[in-house]
């Protein structure tokens, strides 16, 4: 609770100090020769504000937001699954992961969103484009962990399912995908703000809806208010998502001890 | 414990070795060993730290192929290319309980492999927790129990399968002593109600005769290999902690530990020098 509080002076501050030194008028112009300046440059909180609620009270944002929103989880859909798959198949086949293994760390080091314009020749101006960059973005966090969280799993516990009789198939099932559960999640929390990233990026450079096309607009104008308003509304929504992982870890994850549980006797 | 046909389990001169570290020579870990456990016999394997001993146990269950030699199940020849040992019930040194399952889910966990339906694997699991002392102890996670219970569970999930052959690698090494006893003792009731043949890791000699009716001595590594066979004829049934008190213990002590001592003394050497 005093935690909460704490947290929320930061905030307080914060937004406190911004209103201070960008509203004209407010305090005389120290760095800047105009009263109005620092405004221009760096928005206002106070019509931040009004802008954000504008958005939502006369339905504006919605079409948009639903748009990125629609990218972001089929990026992170997407990329998280195959993500998966192709880390239990290349983790658990040793011939397949050394063949692969020059090619997945090349395309893990190229700077993927210089992709971005190639995807939009191949899927268009439409989602898909976004999609697939945000795909690429969310598959290699998943994938990275997945084929260590495979390659960690204890040797004892796999000898002994093995002694207890279990087949291949059930070794995938009972051993191999619980142990690298909790290296999925860890990833997965980075990989909603990397789909995310592949939405935006992709709205910046091409698209007719979004809310990057809404910031993107707003630059054309010099609006910083309004691009402001949409960092706020996709740091939001970036945190909903995040907290959706977190619901669905703890409640996949109940066997992991709690650092402040003490051992029952 | 004289048996008529094949033993439970037999090494015939079984040798491991593992390509050396860094492109190093060829490290044996063991030698032309022969080794074997008659139907419903209480074997024992003692020998100093690092002389290889889980090796033995991992080529009797079928998980290691040995370099040369072979291995006989009741007769059958062991391939470990063609799965593991599958009348062999494994209970490890270290822990192998699956974290992310409840103590009657992993109990459980052979049976289910093995295509048992559910509702008939609990009614099995439930009374085995019982018989391990961990009655109304189903729903915890192995990381809600103390060492010992989670020994007890392992022992359950191992036994809930009735194999013939019962392998064991210090399985209570990590133990204070006073549960050590306990579960000893439990053992020892547990393997007298259907005598599987055992083979029991360890480095305690005194936990070696307490349990067994017949104790291998092995070398110092590399190269290890049976240097004594003594048989423990105790009366059972044994309780582990007043056996250790009998004069006939004692004596038995003396005997194997005079020829253990020189190879205790030479792994410890060799130890040092590393």
């Known amino acids: 609770m005093r935690l909460r509080v704490l947290q929320f002076a930061v905030f307080a501050v914060l937004i406190l100090l911004w209103h201070l030194f960008t509203t004209p008028g407010l305090i005389p112009p120290f760095y800047f ?45 997407i990329g998280a699954v195959s993500g998966l798959g192709v880390g239990l198949w290349l983790a658990l086949s040793n011939t397949a ?46 994938f990275f962990n997945v084929y260590q969280g495979v390659r960690e799993v204890s040797p004892t516990l796999l000898a002994n399912a093995r002694m207890l009789g279990a087949s291949r198939w059930q070794l995938l099932r009972s051993i191999y995908l619980p142990s690298a559960m909790s290296w999925v999640f860890a990833s997965l929390h980075n990989a909603v703000g990397l789909a995310f990233v592949g939405a935006v990026v992709g709205e910046y450079l091409g698209s007719s809806q979004g809310v990057g096309y809404l910031i993107l607009q707003a630059e054309g104008t010099f609006d910083i ?19 959706i992982v977190g619901v669905i870890e703890r409640s996949l994850m109940t066997w992991q001890p709690k650092t402040s549980e003490t051992e029952k006797i | 414990m004289a ?20 492109g190093g020579a060829p490290y044996t870990a063991v030698a032309s060993t022969t080794l074997r456990v008659a139907a419903g016999e209480f074997v024992s394997v003692v020998g100093p730290t690092g002389c290889g001993k889980s ?26 290319a063609n799965g593991v040992n599958r009348r062999a019930g494994y209970m490890f040194q270290a822990d192998a309980l699956m974290p992310w399952r409840t103590g009657i889910d992993n109990v459980i966990a052979g049976l289910e492999f093995r295509g048992v339906s559910r509702a008939e694997a609990r009614r099995q699991g439930d009374d085995w927790l019982r018989r391990v002392g961990l009655a109304g102890f189903g729903d915890r996670y192995p990381h809600q129990m103390s060492g010992g219970m989670r020994k007890r569970l392992a022992l359950a999930q191992t036994l809930i399968l009735s194999p013939d052959i019962l392998l064991m690698d210090e399985p209570f090494s990590a133990l204070d002593v ?17 005598r599987k043949s055992v083979l029991f890791i360890t480095h305690d000699l005194e936990e070696a005769i307490a349990l067994s009716d017949r104790v291998v001595v092995l070398s110092a590594g590399p190269g290890t290999h049976p240097i004594g066979d003594f048989r423990i004829d105790l ?16 004596a038995l002590h003396k005997e194997i530990w005079s020829a253990m001592k020189e190879e205790v003394l030479k792994a410890y050497q060799q130890q040092k020098v590393a």
């Open chain 2, 55 to 80: 090796t033995l146990l991992n080529v009797a269950a079928g998980l290691l192929a040995p370099s040369s030699g072979v291995v006989d199940i009741y007769g059958e020849r062991l391939v470990a």
């Open chain 1, 97 to 142: 992961s050394a063949v692969m293994e020059p090619y997945i760390k090349g395309f893990n080091s190229m700077p993927r969103v210089v992709l971005a314009p190639i995807f939009a020749v191949w899927f268009g101006l439409g989602i898909w484009s976004k999609v697939a960059l945000g795909v690429t973005l969310v598959f290699f966090v998943v």
């Open chain 2, 235 to 250: 009366p059972r049934p044994r309780d582990v902690s007043e056996i250790r008190m009998t004069p006939a213990f004692l």
């Open chain 2, 3 to 22: 048996t008529s046909g094949a033993p439970a389990l037999a090494l015939e001169d079984v040798t491991c070795r593992f390509a050396g570290r860094d």
């Open chain 1, 225 to 243: 208010n309004t691009v402001f308003a949409g960092i706020i509304v996709l740091t939001a929504f970036a945190l909903v998502l995040d907290a």
């Open chain 2, 178 to 194: 006073q549960t050590r006893q306990l579960m000893e003792n439990e053992l020892l009731a547990l393997w007298a109600e259907d």
């Open chain 1, 33 to 77: 020769d105009r009263d109005n300046a620092a405004a221009f440059f760096f928005g206002e909180p106070v019509k931040v504000f009004w802008t954000t609620v504008d958005w939502f009270w006369s339905g504006e944002i919605f079409v948009h937001l639903g748009v990125t929103l629609l990218e972001t989880v089929l990026g992170f859909f």
